[in-house]
């Protein structure tokens, strides 16, 4: 995991509470998706290194691990304790059923309990309720596949990992049919956007080079929010620099203009002005655009694009790159005005 003395320092000090409405993806642990809006405070993370206050505009995910809580630990040791003797099968179920029950976070409990010295015999323990039968009955419970991820952990800014215990119960989703409130042991993985208000009629996102990059076909376009009607006009703005290590690890701005890894400055190589039509082909770095989720449309906006709508449908933007590499850095801020 990447993190700075400097990063850890400023979270250290940040405590704001503020509520923010964030759009989100949930990837449940029955393999099933649910996206839709709710209403989240800054994350707080108790970590090994102390408690940090993370601006839940700066969370890009959160992996929601086994977790561990000390009542749960010292139920889950007596009846481990019991299941790992040579009792009767009476007795050994009754611990059995109750250790099963304890729910997800009874997994770290018998984590431990393996993994100690003191509680290794050389007896072999035999029949229906066994740990090994106990820990096999909550993976499947639970859709547990690696039992080693005990912390929560998450990714600031699309780059820095941080793991500890982000603790809530459930996170209330309104989604397209209705308002869910789903159970944090059922979520694996929590995608967060957020899209900071501007002024009037303008919206600012992050296109994050690690991730919203056009050739990427899990999650490479950013779904805006805005939905734009047929003949309806906006404009595109971006600014910052990313560095594309499917390219070399080359600099690119959002007009297309980049640096090689020698140094040489490359300007755009066509013509990227406020009227742009919008039917040019994009060239690598550019910031592109598409309409309706199911377009194959890729549009180019560049640094600076005023457009019209020629159909309905949610404006979507992202990275022109065909291939996509996980190892790509930086972003680029993007500002989205209606007319």
């Known amino acids: 995991m990447k993190n700075t003395t400097l990063l850890i320092s400023l979270l250290i000090t940040t405590y704001s509470f503020a509520q923010k ?20 405070n800054d994350v707080i993370l108790k970590t090994n290194y102390g408690q940090l206050s993370v601006p839940i505009q700066n969370v890009s995910t959160i992996l929601v691990g086994i977790g561990k809580e000390k009542t749960i630990t010292d139920k889950a040791l007596q009846c481990l304790k019991i299941v790992n003797a040579n009792g009767s099968d009476e007795t050994k179920k009754g611990a059995y059923d109750d250790l099963v029950s304890l729910g997800v976070k009874a997994i770290s409990a018998i984590n431990d309990f393996q ?8 007896a072999e323990i035999t029949g229906d309720y066994t740990i090994d039968n106990a820990l096999a009955d909550l993976k499947g419970k639970f859709n547990i596949e690696d039992v080693s991820k005990i912390n929560d952990v998450i990714t600031i800014d699309n780059e820095y990992t941080m793991g500890g215990a982000y603790e809530f119960t459930k996170l209330d989703v309104k989604t397209e049919y209705g308002n869910l409130s789903i159970p944090k042991e059922k979520i694996k993985i929590i995608e967060i956007s957020y899209s900071e208000p501007g002024n009037g009629n303008e919206t600012i996102l992050k296109l994050s080079a690690n991730k919203h990059i056009s050739g990427n076909t899990q999650g ?10 047929q003949g309806q006009k906006f404009m595109i703005t971006a600014t910052g ?12 701005k959002p007009d297309g203009a980049y640096v090689s890894t020698t140094g040489t400055v490359y300007p755009p190589t066509t013509a990227n002005d406020e009227y742009t039509s919008g039917v040019t082909y994009p ?18 906006a560049g640094a600076k694009f005023t457009g019209t709508a020629k159909t309905p449908g949610m404006l979507l933007i992202s990275i022109y790159e065909t291939v996509y590499n996980a190892g790509n850095t930086g972003s680029y801020s993007v500002k989205i005005s209606l007319k």
């Open 283 to 300: 060239i690598y770095g550019n910031v592109v655009y598409k309409i309706g989720d199911a377009s194959y449309d890729v549009l180019k």
């Open 21 to 40: 409405t964030v759009d989100v993806k949930l990837n449940l642990r029955d393999g099933s998706t649910i996206s839709g809006t709710t209403i989240m």
């Open 241 to 252: 620099e990313v560095t594309l290590a499917s390219l070399s690890n080359q600099k690119y």
């Open 115 to 122: 993994a100690d010295p003191k509680t290794n015999t050389d």
């Open 220 to 229: 490479g376009w950013l779904k805006t929010g805005i939905v734009l009607k």
